[in-house]
């Protein structure tokens, strides 16, 4: 009986190792592909001129979208006004009730044109879903331009999906005027010069 | 809209070509799928207003569309 036992145990010694010979190889090619994995991963966070690349093509990618005063504003500016459409426009000029400043990687600020009052930050992100561990994000304008999209494509959907805060969370509420009198600055000199296109990049 | 890397050209065709059609809307469903979000910039006949149609269904995009943009979609930050 021991002896039977005994020999059981050899057959299944036998058996084992090649099995256990595979499970080591896949855990040493598990830890190949992770450190190749990782080393990928460090040449693309640090590859400035990949980011450099992929920020032209997305400012490229931005402008062929949005109208010139949308390009110029973002050129010169570094953010974006985009009407609401979710309220009655303004019954005198026909003006909207509301509007957003669309920043890149910033929350989005919903203001009163008419009164320059802030009125709410929606904190929105495109994340990555299919490589969440990466901290890779969208070049900026690419960013722009996915809010620009959400905005003007379905902005009840994207509020609605947005974190809502009051205004000065994220966004100095102080920088936002400043940006708002720019903004009236920037658009009282077009209307003087006439033309988006006197500014060319 | 590829996080890290910007445009990525994912297909083109001819949707009027059988095969190309099949790729494309392939292509279409894979992104879907993957969780990005469609749009199609847009220009108003009228005013030439620019803005984006978000299109969930091939069916969806205008038959004149040059160009379909997929991106993440969005979510509270």
């Known amino acids: 009986m021991l002896l039977a036992l005994l020999a059981l145990s050899v057959v299944a010694a036998v058996l084992a190792v090649p099995m256990l010979g595979g499970l080591w190889s896949r855990s040493e090619d598990l830890r190949t592909e992770r450190k190749r994995s990782r080393r990928r991963e460090r040449f693309e966070l640090h590859d400035?001129?990949?980011?450099?690349?992929?920020?032209?093509?997305?400012?490229?990618?931005?402008?062929?979208c949005?109208?010139?005063?949308?390009?110029?504003?973002?050129?010169d500016l570094g953010f974006i006004r985009v009407e609401g459409r979710l309220g009655q426009p303004d019954p005198g000029t026909g003006d909207a009730a509301y509007a957003y400043l669309v920043y890149p990687h910033k929350p989005i600020v919903a203001y009163v044109p008419k009164t320059r009052r802030l009125l709410s930050e929606y904190c929105v992100?495109?994340?990555?879903?299919?490589r969440a561990i990466s901290q890779s994000r969208l070049p900026d304008s690419d960013d722009m331009l996915a809010k620009w999209m959400a905005l003007t494509g379905d902005e009840e959907h994207l509020i609605r999906n947005a974190n809502?805060?009051?205004?000065?969370?994220?966004?100095?509420?102080?920088?936002?005027?400043?940006?708002?009198?720019?903004?009236?600055?920037?658009?009282?000199?077009?209307?003087?010069?006439g033309s988006f296109e006197a500014h060319q990049t | 809209m590829k996080p890290g890397f910007g445009e990525v050209l994912l297909a083109e065709g001819d949707p009027q070509v059988r095969e190309d059609e099949e790729r494309l809307i392939e292509e279409f469903r894979r992104q879907l799928d993957d969780g990005m979000w469609a749009a199609v910039p847009t220009i108003a006949p009228g005013d030439g207003r620019r803005e984006a149609q978000m299109v969930r269904d091939f069916t969806e995009i205008p038959t004149d569309a040059e160009r379909v943009i997929f991106f993440p979609r969005a979510a509270g930050g």
């Open chain 1, 125 to 130: 992100e495109f994340p990555d879903l299919t």
């Open chain 1, 48 to 64: 400035p001129g990949r980011e450099r690349r992929a920020e032209q093509r997305a400012r490229e990618l931005l402008r062929s």
């Open chain 1, 164 to 193: 809502m805060h009051l205004p000065g969370r994220q966004v100095d509420p102080g920088r936002v005027r400043r940006d708002l009198w720019r903004l009236a600055e920037w658009e009282r000199q077009q209307r003087g010069s």
């Open chain 1, 66 to 75: 949005v109208n010139e005063e949308e390009w110029a504003m973002y050129r």
